[in-house]
């Protein structure tokens, strides 16, 4: 399934209008998603990361993602819309986002998010915007 370009240009234009708010990142994801009709699917740290330092993902209609990635100056520095292909990765990270705070503390997601930006990286997003 290709990314719907409408729906890639409503991202891009939700995540330039909200990207200088002097908001936490969490705050923005959560801000680009409603102006996008989207749901935060998850807002996730990056250990051992040379240039991200948090992941965050939006899901939209027809399965398409759209995944913000914070840099480490802790600027919204990259951005892009992917496919259900990346679902494998997005899950569960997404099951632990739903899960009670209790329960996340107890179960380290690094991994998971490293290998979902690393799948990126492999399919030439998340290189820079």
Known sequence: MAVNELDLLVFQMAVESVRSLCLSFNDKAAEIAARSRGNLLFDVRIDDDAEVQRLAAIRYRGGQ?????????????????????????????????????????????????????????????MLGN
């Open 65 to 125: 993602i759209g995944v913000l990635a914070l840099d480490r100056q802790g600027l919204i520095s990259r951005y892009c819309v992917v496919d259900g292909t990346f679902s494998r990765f997005v899950a569960p990270l997404e099951n632990w986002t739903s899960m009670p705070v209790s329960m996340q503390a107890k179960i380290d997601v690094t991994h998971h998010a490293g290998l979902f930006l690393g799948a990126l990286r492999t399919a030439g997003h």
